[in-house]
């Protein structure tokens, strides 16, 4: 069966369907930040208007304060209009603080536009981060058993601040360097059209060396990602297998595979730092190249009296406004690229489908019976090897249905398959008569609890983990659940009693004990239908007997499916399915199979021997 894309996850995500450029991508991300983006344009372009405004002041001051040049007839009727004489001093005085408010203002509009920018910016990243990760948690199991996580946390933490660079670091940047050097270059022209000319001839090569810059770049960055994505996993990997490395004195060994994942980062990002030095330095080089030549030819302009000191500097001054945008222009495509290499990664999560969802109209919130019926059921995760075939089986309300087999026989699998973890490739499973599609699957899954051979214990007070699966749960009842799990004792030994945060003592917690919490959870889940992947598997003696009889207790008027590891469950159970290679190779009952299954024999065999060394003991 295909997983059907029914989740608005996908629906919401902008990268499903959007096969345009990533500046379409990012803005596609900024749309609901439009309003105030605009009113950062007005910033911007006040911001502009006041850089634009500010030389002529001191053009007035060089020219007619200090240079005895005759004010121009607006000027003089301005002063005259407010009985001021246009003296030299007068001029001076009124020009320096008329050029200095204007400065200030500017650095004003310019600290308003950055306390907005970084808000917007950061609120762009959090809204990206929330549905990726929303997006991340959608995707199958099969698709975070084959992923790295320190790729995936990469992704989430430090490839979503593209959107951001992007957007307002790129596209908006750009847009307001272009309109500030139209701007400057407008008044440029004004002032002195040669000068203009000269100044623009840095252009042509300016952007022929980004082209070639940006064609040697790209992959970098792209390296560069896949580098410190590398270097996450080798973290997280080595975290998460913490006691296998020590146990086996291995610290070297990691330490040296995690520094060469940091050398190839390192690497990485020099390449990209050495060849961001040089592209600045030609850059430079060019705008040097161009204010000289420019100085030249003003210079002689004014030796021979064709223009006055006053135009020289300020026709300078925006020769300086023009290339300053002229460079930013540069660099930002220079770090665009970069950000693309991030904004490639985070796009490609969000094409990850997401797990097999519900069908239109699946029924929400009911109570089932726990009828569960599996027929010819056949699954593989890779396509042409099966992992199961032509699996079929009953389990009534109520009922324990012991899965046996050897390891890789496919029982995980199975059990997966009924909490839909992933969907059935042929056959079906039916519960309570209906295909278990036609549940919503957080429907389905309310209504089956799972205890595994490895609990997880979440981050958190001893209370929040075992109302996990049903928070609305009341204190009396946490505490019911807890009796019934053995576990109220050892509870109230704690510093904190149900209060007490786990991650203080998680690591004194022994496997029982977790075990124990993590059948409280079940019983206050209180769902008609359980999944044992046997959880005393891992325990010892004096830990496995409470677990045992908390386990006990908890199957009881359940429909309950166990995969057994210990002989008395499997005596216990109504029916006995042995299981090799994907196949059900015997049903029945103990007795039964006893009797007429060689598999069953030894694998009984096998199981009841380390019962008979603890019975022993
Ligand atoms: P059991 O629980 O009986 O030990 P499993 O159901 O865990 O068996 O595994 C059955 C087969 O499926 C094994 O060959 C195993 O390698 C394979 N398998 C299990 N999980 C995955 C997975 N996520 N991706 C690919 N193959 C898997």
Same mark, same amino acid.
């Given at each position: 069966?295909?997983?059907?894309?029914?989740?608005?996850?996908?629906?919401?995500?902008?990268?499903?369907?959007?096969?345009?450029?990533?500046?379409?991508?990012?803005?596609?991300?900024?749309?609901?930040?439009?309003?105030?983006?605009?009113?950062?344009?007005?910033?911007?372009?006040? $911001?502009?208007?006041?850089?634009?405004?500010?030389?002529?002041?001191?053009?007035?001051?060089?020219?007619?304060?200090?240079?005895?040049?005759?004010? =121009?007839? /607006?000027?003089?009727?301005?002063?005259?209009?407010?009985?001021?004489?246009?003296?030299?001093?007068?001029?001076?005085?009124?020009?320096?603080?008329?050029?200095?408010?204007?400065?200030?203002?500017?650095?004003?509009?310019?600290?308003?536009?950055?306390?907005?920018?970084?808000?917007?910016?950061?609120?762009?990243?959090?809204?990206?981060?929330?549905?990726?990760?929303?997006?991340?948690?959608?995707?199958?199991?099969?698709?975070?058993?084959?992923?790295?996580?320190?790729?995936?946390?990469?992704?989430?933490?430090?490839?979503?601040?593209?959107?951001?660079?992007?957007?307002?670091?790129?596209?908006?940047?750009?847009?307001?360097?272009?309109?500030?050097?139209?701007?400057?270059?407008?008044? !440029?022209?004004?002032?002195?059209?040669?000068?203009?000319?000269?100044?623009?001839? &840095?252009?042509?090569?300016?952007?022929?060396?980004?082209?070639?810059?940006?064609?040697?770049? *790209?992959?970098?960055?792209?390296?560069?990602?896949?580098?410190?994505?590398?270097?996450?996993?080798?973290?997280?990997?080595?975290?998460?297998?913490?006691?296998?490395?020590?146990?086996?004195?291995?610290? %070297?060994?990691?330490?040296?595979?995690?520094?060469?994942?940091? %050398? %190839?980062?390192?690497?990485?990002?020099?390449? +990209?730092?050495?060849?961001?030095?040089?592209?600045?330095?030609?850059?430079?080089? !060019?705008?040097?190249?161009?204010?000289?030549?420019?100085? !030249?030819? *003003?210079?002689?302009?004014?030796?021979?009296?064709?223009?006055? !000191?006053?135009?020289?500097?300020?026709?300078?001054?925006?020769?300086?406004?023009?290339? *300053?945008?002229?460079?930013?222009?540069?660099?930002?495509?220079?770090?665009?690229?970069?950000?693309?290499?991030?904004?490639?990664?985070?796009?490609?999560?969000?094409?990850?489908?997401? $797990?097999?969802?519900?069908?239109?109209?699946?029924?929400?919130?009911?109570?089932?019976?726990?009828?569960?019926?599996?027929? =010819?059921?056949?699954?593989?995760?890779?396509?042409?090897?099966?992992?199961?075939?032509?699996?079929?089986?009953?389990?009534?309300?109520?009922?324990?249905?012991?899965?046996?087999?050897? =390891?890789?026989?496919?029982?995980?699998?199975?059990?997966?398959?009924?909490?839909?973890?992933?969907?059935?490739?042929?056959?079906?499973?039916?519960?309570? *008569? /209906?295909?278990?599609?036609?549940?919503?699957?957080r429907a389905l899954r309310r209504q089956i609890a799972l205890?595994?051979?490895?609990?997880?214990?979440?981050?958190?007070?001893?209370?929040?983990?075992?109302?996990?699966?049903?928070? %609305?749960?009341?204190?009396?009842?946490?505490?019911?659940?807890?009796?019934?799990?053995?576990?109220?004792?050892?509870?109230?030994?704690?510093?904190?009693?149900?209060?007490?945060?786990? $991650?203080?003592?998680?690591?004194?917690?022994?496997?029982?004990?977790?075990?124990?919490?993590?059948?409280?959870?079940?019983?206050?889940?209180?769902?008609?239908?359980? +999944?044992?992947?046997?959880?005393?598997?891992?325990?010892?003696?004096?830990?496995?007997?409470?677990?045992?009889?908390?386990?006990e207790h908890l199957s009881e008027k359940r429909t309950t499916?166990?995969?057994?590891?210990?002989?008395?469950?499997?005596?216990?159970?109504?029916? &006995?399915?042995?299981?090799?290679?994907?196949?059900?190779?015997?049903?029945?009952?103990?007795?039964?199979?006893?009797?007429?299954?060689?598999?069953?024999?030894?694998?009984?065999?096998?199981?009841?021997?380390? $019962?008979a060394r603890t019975m022993a003991r």
């Amino acid at each position: 069966m295909r997983c059907v894309r029914a989740s608005s996850l996908v629906k919401s995500s902008p990268s499903s369907g959007w096969r345009t450029s990533q500046l379409g991508w990012a803005w596609a991300h900024a749309r609901p930040y439009r309003g105030r983006i605009a009113i950062l344009a007005g910033l911007s372009l006040s $911001e502009i208007a006041l850089r634009m405004a500010a030389p002529f002041a001191m053009m007035v001051v060089v020219d007619h304060a200090l240079g005895g040049k005759a004010p =121009s007839g /607006r000027l003089a009727r301005v002063f005259a209009g407010v009985g001021l004489p246009a003296t030299g001093r007068t001029l001076l005085v009124t020009f320096v603080v008329a050029g200095l408010a204007m400065q200030l203002a500017h650095q004003l509009v310019v600290m308003l536009h950055n306390r907005r920018s970084v808000v917007i910016g950061q609120s762009m990243i959090r809204d990206l981060r929330e549905r990726l990760f929303a997006h991340v948690q959608a995707a199958t199991l099969r698709h975070h058993v084959a992923t790295p996580t320190g790729d995936a946390v990469n992704r989430l933490e430090a490839d979503t601040r593209c959107v951001e660079h992007i957007v307002l670091r790129g596209m908006f940047s750009l847009v307001f360097s272009v309109l500030t050097l139209i701007a400057m270059l407008s008044v !440029l022209v004004a002032i002195e059209p040669r000068i203009a000319v000269l100044a623009l001839a &840095i252009v042509p090569p300016l952007f022929g060396w980004l082209r070639f810059h940006g064609r040697r770049v *790209g992959p970098r960055a792209d390296r560069a990602r896949r580098a410190d994505s590398h270097l996450s996993s080798r973290l997280f990997e080595t975290l998460a297998s913490i006691r296998l490395i020590k146990s086996h004195a291995r610290e %070297d060994h990691e330490l040296q595979r995690f520094s060469r994942a940091a %050398d %190839d980062s390192a690497r990485a990002w020099i390449g +990209i730092g050495r060849a961001g030095a040089v592209f600045g330095v030609v850059n430079g080089w !060019l705008t040097a190249i161009g204010s000289s030549a420019i100085l !030249l030819v *003003g210079g002689m302009s004014v030796l021979d009296r064709g223009m006055t !000191l006053g135009t020289l500097l300020l026709a300078l001054t925006y020769v300086g406004y023009v290339y *300053g945008p002229l460079s930013a222009i540069a660099n930002t495509s220079n770090e665009l690229l970069n950000s693309f290499a991030g904004a490639r990664r985070v796009r490609a999560a969000f094409e990850v489908a997401p $797990e097999c969802t519900e069908r239109p109209g699946a029924i929400d919130g009911c109570r089932l019976r726990g009828d569960v019926e599996v027929s =010819s059921v056949a699954f593989a995760y890779k396509p042409g090897v099966p992992v199961l075939e032509d699996v079929s089986f009953r389990a009534r309300p109520g009922q324990l249905v012991a899965i046996v087999g050897p =390891s890789g026989a496919g029982k995980s699998t199975l059990a997966g398959l009924v909490v839909r973890f992933h969907d059935v490739q042929a056959g079906a499973i039916r519960i309570d *008569g /209906r295909p278990i599609q036609d549940y919503r699957v957080r429907a389905l899954r309310r209504q089956i609890a799972l205890v595994l051979q490895d609990s997880v214990i979440m981050s958190g007070s001893v209370r929040d983990n075992l109302r996990y699966g049903r928070p %609305d749960a009341t204190d009396a009842e946490i505490e019911a659940a807890a009796r019934a799990a053995h576990a109220h004792d050892f509870i109230m030994e704690m510093p904190d009693g149900y209060d007490t945060v786990l $991650e203080e003592v998680g690591g004194t917690l022994s496997g029982g004990q977790r075990q124990r919490l993590s059948i409280a959870r079940a019983f206050l889940k209180d769902a008609p239908i359980l +999944i044992l992947d046997e959880p005393t598997a891992v325990l010892d003696t004096l830990a496995e007997s409470q677990v045992v009889d908390a386990i006990e207790h908890l199957s009881e008027k359940r429909t309950t499916l166990v995969i057994a590891h210990r002989l008395s469950t499997v005596r216990r159970a109504d029916h &006995i399915l042995v299981m090799d290679r994907g196949r059900i190779v015997g049903s029945g009952t103990h007795e039964q199979l006893h009797a007429t299954n060689v598999m069953y024999r030894q694998l009984a065999a096998q199981l009841s021997v380390p $019962e008979a060394r603890t019975m022993a003991r």
